[in-house]
């Protein structure tokens, strides 16, 4: 299985101020298609995960321009521009280009 | 508009077998590439993909949990089904359906195992 490896697993943010989160897999994540299948999820308390970012660095609708994704192959990045309060909660990236399709283990991002 | 929904006990009794159904609207799953899967989350813990099938029937499962998952739909209906035996109280955890692309989940509903 591929193994997703997220870090740091706690990241206390001050009020607009910028944060990132990384994320490593155990293999490339090229699809043979092509395509780079690599998702980041934002779960609040108490909430059900949404998704953020598909294929690495596309924002899925309503999600604010704050958020950006980047990377490629192994190593991935999800950053926030500037945090606000209703960013707190679990992030976690998601790999689908290969089955079993696998989670990291998240990272709890709260204010300072 | 997507929506999908978890139904099913929230109390199962260890050795048993827990059956889950996923109903959803907004999408069909005779539409080429779509799938509809499983997804658990014991509290306190990370997400774990449990079993996916897409519209050609083709079923993919956790390679842990393989030995104890099956999952169907029916198409007719917009629901998927899916099972797993042999319950432990580590099995407790939300249980959430999905899209295949994970856009869309459902509300999830907390599975207890115990006696």
């Known amino acids: 299985d591929v193994v997703m490896t997220q870090s740091p697993l706690s990241l206390p943010v001050t009020l607009g101020q910028p944060a990132s989160i990384s994320c490593r897999s155990s293999q490339s994540l090229v699809h043979s298609d092509g395509n780079t299948y690599l998702n980041w999820f934002q779960q609040r308390p108490g909430q059900s995960p949404r998704r953020l970012i598909y294929?690495?660095?596309n924002r899925d609708s309503g999600v604010p321009d704050r958020f950006s994704g980047s990377g490629s192959g192994t190593d991935f990045t999800l950053k926030i521009s500037r945090v606000e309060a209703e960013d707190v909660g679990v992030y976690y990236c998601?790999?689908?280009?290969?089955?079993?399709?696998?989670f990291g283990g998240g990272t709890k991002v709260e204010i300072k | 508009q997507v929506t999908l929904k978890e139904s099913g006990p929230t109390l199962v009794k260890p050795t048993q077998t827990l059956t889950l159904t996923c109903s959803f609207s907004?999408?069909?799953?005779?539409?080429?590439?779509?799938?509809v899967g499983w997804i658990r989350q014991p509290p306190g813990k990370a997400l774990e993909w449990l079993a996916l099938i897409y519209w050609d029937d083709d079923k993919r499962y956790s390679s842990s949990l393989k030995s104890r998952l099956s999952i169907s739909k029916d198409t007719s209906k917009n629901q998927v089904v899916l099972t797993m035996t042999n319950m432990d109280p580590v099995d407790t955890a939300t249980y959430y359906c999905?899209?295949?692309?994970?856009?869309?989940w459902g509300q999830g509903m907390l599975v207890t195992v115990s006696s």
């Open positions: 294929m690495v660095s």
């Open positions: 907004g999408f069909s799953l005779s539409t080429s590439g779509v799938g």
């Open positions: 998601m790999q689908g280009s290969l089955w079993p399709l696998t």
């Open positions: 999905a899209h295949s692309a994970a856009g869309y």
